[in-house]
């Protein structure tokens, strides 16, 4: 799994995802939720993982303004065809290692109670799951994140110091 | 206009926001685009306005976290019935103090061609449009910015250095 490719995300990239994003899940508008901006904002914690010359999976995240410890896990998304193959993992793994290079060792980000896998996959990679006043089939959720009254799932991770070869 | 009273955003501003968003833009679904992670993450360059106890404009922005000179304003709005009272240009100068502050001298944002109070209000504040190959109206326009087809027009400020009362 570590010769994934994987590259830092860039403005270019941004048109080819959103237009096959909405098929990536399903059908569900989620392209509309992805801005641009953080292909260009945001470029050193963002990433994206090529095969053959095809993009099959990126992640958008950034590290935070207001708390100087944390960073931010936006959206993250991998070609339906080429899931369980450690792409996503690799795409976390990379984007901890530039949060812990910029002095961060909290990472946050959210999912939908609804989407069993995201939570699973989260766990897998050492997110908690944060306490919310209601529970939801056995999952902490936080209601009416958006004022829609959509509920989230919120984890968190505390980042271990990074493990050196030498010091 | 001195006496506008304005402050960072905090989370608990995003609700009240995104339920009347819509509204504020003539029905445009405009609030699937404003995202609640930059009332969290973003609140040093993020402000809104009250009067009354009653939000009645606000300003998203955040620093580059690629250009280190530049910071980018995400999303403004101010209540329909509050227009043309100084609130968008208190907004703005506010979030040019912050920029300025945090060593950015180059502001940047976009809007919709069809917006043209928007354009007039934005060369107003001192912003000029970024040259394109496509021209409409008169007006350079970016062309499939988004990889929908949505046109937009890309301005771009340069920060003057503050003006010190003494020194």
């Keep these: 799994m570590n010769d994934i490719p994987i590259r830092h995300a860039q403005p270019e990239d941004y048109n080819p995802i959103i237009i096959v994003l909405d098929d990536w899940f399903d059908g569900r508008p989620v392209s509309r939720t ?9 470029r050193q914690t963002s990433f994206v993982v090529e095969e053959d010359g095809k993009l099959v999976g990126f992640l958008v995240g950034f590290l935070s303004q207001t708390f100087p410890d944390e960073a931010y896990i936006h959206f993250v998304g991998v070609h339906p065809e080429r899931r369980k193959a450690g792409i996503g993992r690799k795409l976390y793994e990379r984007f901890f ?5 910029n002095g961060r060792d909290t ?3 959210l999912t939908s109670p609804v989407n069993k896998s995201s939570i699973a996959f ?3 990679m050492g997110f908690e ?3 919310q006043e209601t529970v939801t089939d056995g999952i902490p959720v936080y209601r009416n ?3 829609h009254g959509i509920e989230r799932v919120l984890f ?7 493990m050196h070869d030498s010091f």
């Design 34 to 42: 992805l801005h641009k901006l953080f292909f260009i904002h945001f």
């Design 97 to 101: 290692d530039a949060a812990r290079n």
């Design 107 to 109: 990472v946050r980000c």
């Design 122 to 124: 989260h766990l897998r």
């Design 129 to 131: 799951i944060e306490p």
């Design 145 to 147: 994140y958006d004022g």
């Design 156 to 162: 968190v991770k505390q980042l271990s110091p990074r």
